[in-house]
Nanobody, 119 residues
Framework: QVQLVESGGGLVQAGGSLRLSCAAS??????MAWFRQAPGKEREFVAG?????SYTDSVKGRFTISRDNAQNTVYLQMNSLKPEDTAVYYC?????????????????WGQGTQVTVSS
């Protein structure tokens, strides 16, 4: 059974940092990504890692995605957090070796972890 389990969310003040983790079990994936969804908004791409790394413009220079293949885990280091980063963050996985930026491209999802940034 394939599972993606996120952890690391929480409440932080603006300017602070959080590190999200997503542990995959059941199989390995060549592509892993982070999406987020704020209340009343669509789910949006944040960062992805395969043979390349991609970020959405609003997080470039502040967020860093990385992976530990031995642990089958992907991380999202989030620095200089802003109130507009507040959302539920989801881990997604695919096995085609390309970073897709649209949610329907991913067949595997975690349950999400809440990130709240206070001003």
């Amino acid at each position: 059974q394939v599972q993606l389990v996120e952890s690391g969310g929480g409440l932080v003040q603006a300017g602070g940092s959080l590190r999200l983790s997503c542990a995959a079990s059941g199989r390995t994936f060549s592509t892993m990504a982070w999406f987020r969804q704020a209340p009343g908004k669509e789910r949006e791409f944040v960062a992805g890692i395969a043979w390349t790394i991609s970020y959405t413009d609003s997080v470039k220079g502040r967020f860093t995605i990385s992976r530990d293949n031995a642990q089958n885990t992907v991380y999202l280091q989030m620095n200089s957090l802003k109130p507009e980063d507040t959302a539920v963050y989801y881990c997604a996985a695919d096995n085609r070796g390309v970073v897709f930026t649209t949610p329907p491209s991913y067949g595997y999802w975690g349950q999400g972890t809440q990130v709240t940034v206070s001003s």
